[in-house]
Structures are given as C-alpha cells and as structure tokens.
C-alpha cells in the first residue's frame, strides 16, 4: 500500500529537518504500513513509554536519536523511569544500573521531554482534553485517556512514541477516528454487590476478569458506579490492559463517550452480551493470588499504577487505625508506596505525611518495582492491591503475589502475615 | 513432507526455525526474558519453553506496551524469535520492535500474517522456512508432530 505524505512529511523523511526527525519519520512510514493506513495526521500531544525500561538497545536508541540534535515538535510528558532519581541509593540499586539510566533520562530530556516520570500521567501535569488526538505509550494510560478523558491514541509501543512526538505525526487509523471508537462487546454486572463495587480493589479484580474476555475489542460496561472516582478507573483500566490488550472501555453514565448505550455502541448492537455476577468476581479475585493466606509476607507494594493525593489520604487513615488499636508495621515487613513527584509534592504539604512515615513507609518516586531493581532477590511474597502489579508478578519479579484490598495489605503488613477479609 | 502457505509480510526477511505455537495471546514484556530468550509469563500456556531461534507462532500479542523494547532487546542478545507468525493481523507493538530492530542494527525479525487456516494448521516442532515475500514454508517430520 502507497502512503499519501504530506510536503512536511516528506521535509523530514529527506532528512531537511536533521537526522533525528528522519530516523523517526521513517519508522513512522514503515509503521503507518503496518497498521495500513494510507496518510499521516498531527497529534498535539505524546506521553513517552519508551523511557521506562532500562535496556542496551533501548539507551543505545535514545542517544542515537538524542545524538543528531533534534527535539520533540509538540509538548511530552515522560513515563516513569528506571531508577528513583533522588533516592536510589536507599534501595540498594547498583552504580552501573544508575549510571545507564541516568544517561537515557538526560537523552529524553535532552530532546525536551517534561521530566513528569510517572505512570498515571493523567493524575499528573498536561492532562489532555476530550477529542484532542495524542500519541501515548503505557498501556494504563492508554487506557484511561481513551476512556475515561476521551482522548483519541491508539495504543503505541515503546519507541514510535518518541518518533510520534519528534514528527508530531501518527498514522491516521484506529482509535484516533470516531467510527473505530464504537463499543462492541456489551458486559452486565449483575447481582455485584454494591459494598463490593466500594472496595478500592473490586474495579482492579473486575479488570482482571475484563480483560481476557474482551482481547482487544472494546468493552462497555453497565454497572458501574456513577461516582466511580479517578483512582478506580485507573485501577480498572490497568487491570484490563495487563490481562487483555483494552485500549478504550466505555463505562454507562461514568465515561464521556457512553451517556447511554446507543452512544457507547453508536446506535450499533454488541457483538456478544456477557453477564457478570459473583460467582466470576470470586473466580477473578482468586486468580490474582498465587499466594496463601496466612503465608509469611515479605512486602507490601502499593502504587501500581503511581499512587494519588487521595490514595495517600486513604492509606493515612487506614494506618491511624491500626495505630489506635496499638499495632505497628511488623519488623519483617517492607512497606514500600511507588508515585510521582507532583503527588508527592501534594503529599508534603497535607497534615498526614507524618503518619505514613512514621509507619515505617518506603516511598519511591519516578518509578516502577517492576523496572528498577529494588526488590531483594530472597523476596518470596508481595501483596498489592494492584491487578497489574498481581498478574506481572510471578513471571517478572519471581515473587508469590497475595492480592487484597489496602486495608488487607496494611492489616498483613502490621501482622506480618497474609490476612485478607471475605468478599 | 512439505506444505507451502501463503502469508502477508509485514516486516520482510528470510528465516528458518522449528515452530513454538500457542493459542493464546502474549505480551512480551512480562512474557519473554530479552537476555535467555525463555518465555516467563507464569500464566501462559508457553511457560518455560525457549522462544530464542524458533518461530513463534502467536494469535496477538497484549498488554504492555513495553513489549517493543523487549523484542529489541533480544534481538540484540541475539536470543529473538527467528520469526514471528501472527493471526490475521499484524500486532502493532511486535512489529514496531521489529522495525526498530531493522533500523537500529539492520536485524529486522521477520513477522508474517497467516488467514486462519493456514494459521492453525501449523503445529509445534513443525521446521518452518519464512521467505521476504511472506510464504511459509512447513515441513512436519511424522515423529515430531504433535497434535
């Protein structure tokens, strides 16, 4: 298939806007036949994911592009990075592992990347606006941009996204069009009980159960809260993309694209109807635990997407509690909350930072367990109230995964033990 | 004895290997180690094989979008699928880690379409011979075909 290119396009493919807008211009080519479409159109937006992992290839592709000189075209946020870049030293991450991921931070910052390092970039600085076309990496984000913002992105992988900003151009496909937006599977909760559905982890356990029924279709959920708040989502969201490859969900009367049924389908019928009751939320709960109750827990990980203002205030209330009946962090436990600066910087000027440090709380920033080495080699168990964090796990981290709500995760951190209440 | 099935190439290149198959999809990160090439998603059907040298025939991938880097990365751990055999469509994020791969080191890990047919009807330890034009070449061995 022949691509229909632009006369900047073509600029930058020549190499007449310099070597890094050419290197990413012609991936950018070679992707937009991949996906088959015939044209390139602007984006105004990028989040970049490609900065995450640590990897040779992936410092050796950031100074090579950094290397020629050229800067993104269009304002760029950066996801979290591999290394805490103040406080690395205090987990025990090696000098050689800093030293490559401080070169790859300072070769997206170099071609003028916002340093906001955070995986929830939507809680964070920039958050884009309903319609406006974006190129975003990270799959959570993806995800809630679509759904949740009525952002338009598709889902990109590392790399084009970093092309994507320099260009300021994406293949025009997918989800950046209207039509490709329709819902087309139609998913009931039934018989979920409403207590449940409060449960800071129930949107996680229900993303979980979401995500492998649906792939890459999109789902429209009926039964969600009508105040389903941001951090919900988000935990939703990254649940259904780690477990499914969902780029856009549309919730009834929650997300701005799904007012009703007709909108969410566009006056279309689902391809299938699936009812979700207890019985599934149980089935899914289950599975995200590899391991028991009562097993020695090790540490407790929170963050997963980054933690929120208002996750901190949640988890300060939850440790006053444990502190009125006289219990503390058990001495074997490491409690660890992963998030960005800017909710940090939140959290520095609230009158309850006190009480989560005072706990015994590790707090990383700019961050990811899964990308910077922290965790101990011996770790055995981890328990998250994350979906994402449960179902990458094992295969990532080699850890059991005990997954509960975060009154369960402080609970067994104060008991040193897992201790989960009954859904 | 051989078969011949006709595919769409979406990243070109030549390569043989003996078929790894699964049925469900994969994301790479969090699913292939890029420095052994061992598949790790503890969850998948593929769990403990080796992906390094042979052709993974996978239906889509998933998940993270981190995925790219980590094909990247094993191709130049030289522990990358010598190819990569998909259903229907192209998954974006595998091909991307391709092309990147092609750009970077001029390594590119072929990636072919199969319609479903021809898809499914490959079986694990099949030897397969990938061409640029995107034919798939299969060669099943009585004893080591395993259905």
């Known amino acids: 298939m022949s691509i229909e290119l632009s006369e900047r396009d073509k600029q930058m493919l020549h190499g007449r806007d310099g070597k890094t807008a050419q290197m990413a211009m012609h991936i950018m080519v070679r992707m937009a036949e991949v996906y088959g479409a015939s044209e ?11 900065c995450g992992l640590l990897s040779e290839a992936g410092l050796e592709f950031a100074e090579k592009l950094a290397g020629y000189g050229g800067k993104v075209r269009i304002p760029t946020t950066l996801n979290m990075g591999p290394l805490d870049l103040q406080n690395w030293k205090q987990f025990g991450v090696n000098e050689e592992f800093a030293a490559k991921a401080i070169r790859q931070a300072k070769a997206y910052m170099d071609m003028g990347c916002i340093p906001t390092w955070t995986c929830a970039p939507y809680q964070s600085y920039l958050t884009p606006r309903f319609g406006q076309q ?37 293949p025009r496909c997918g989800l950046h069009l209207k039509e490709n937006r329709k819902g087309q599977i139609l998913l009931r909760l039934v018989d979920i009980d409403l207590t449940v559905m409060k449960d800071d982890c129930s949107y996680a356990v229900l993303g979980h159960l979401i995500g492998p029924m649906v792939g890459d279709k999109i789902p429209v959920i009926e039964g969600f809260s009508a105040d389903a708040t941001s951090d919900q989502l988000k935990a939703f969201g990254a649940a259904a ?13 929650v997300t701005p694209e799904a007012n009703s049924l007709e909108e969410a389908f566009q006056g279309g019928h689902p391809e299938r109807v699936i009812d979700i009751g207890m019985a599934e939320f149980r089935e899914a709960l289950a599975d995200l635990s590899t391991a028991r109750e009562k097993d020695k827990l090790d540490v407790v990980v929170l963050g997963c997407p980054h933690f929120s203002y208002e996750e901190f205030r949640r988890l300060a209330q939850l440790i ?6 006289g219990n503390t962090l058990c001495e074997d436990v490491r409690f660890i909350v992963i998030s960005s600066q800017t909710s940090y910087s ?29 965790i101990p080699a011996d770790t055995k168990v981890l328990m998250t109230n994350s979906g994402k964090c449960a179902y990458y796990g094992p295969g990532e981290l080699g850890v059991k995964i005990a997954f509960g709500s975060m009154a369960d995760c402080v609970l067994s951190a104060v008991k040193g033990c897992v201790c989960r209440k009954d859904v | 004895m051989e078969r011949i099935l006709i595919g769409k190439s979406v990243v070109a290149g030549s390569a043989e290997g003996v078929a ?89 890990v072929p990636i072919v379409v199969l319609p479903e047919e021809a898809f499914y009807s490959i079986n694990k330890g099949d030897r397969l011979t990938i061409e640029p034009d995107g034919t798939v070449k299969v060669y099943t061995e009585p004893s080591t075909k395993n259905t």
């Open chain 1, 40 to 50: 390139l159109m602007d984006v105004s937006q990028a989040h970049i994911d490609g």
């Open chain 1, 134 to 170: 974006i190129a975003w990496g990270e799959s959570n984000a993806i995800c809630y941009a679509n759904s949740v913002l009525g952002a338009r992105t598709n889902r990109y992988g590392d790399y084009i996204d970093i092309c994507a900003a320099i260009t300021g151009r994406v």
């Open chain 1, 241 to 253: 993309a780690s477990a499914g490859a969902v780029a856009l969900f549309h919730a009834i009367g």
């Open chain 1, 320 to 325: 006053r509690e444990q502190k009125e009946n």
């Open chain 1, 346 to 374: 939140l959290l520095v000027r609230s009158d309850f930072m006190n009480v989560i440090m005072d706990f015994g709380t590790e707090i990383t920033l700019d961050t990811c367990l899964f990308h910077t080495p922290m």
């Open chain 2, 20 to 108: 790894l198959v699964c049925r469900e999809p994969l994301s790479l990160w969090g699913g292939l180690n890029p420095r052994t090439g061992e598949i790790i998603d503890r969850r998948h059907e593929l769990s403990g094989e080796m992906a390094a040298g042979r052709v993974l025939v996978l239906p889509q991938g998933k998940g993270s979008s981190t995925g790219s880097a980590i094909l990247l990365e094993s191709v130049r751990s030289g522990v990358a699928p010598a190819a990569i055999i998909n259903l229907k469509a192209a998954d974006p994020i595998i091909a991307l880690g391709s092309i990147v791969a092609d750009e970077l080191y001029n390594k590119p």
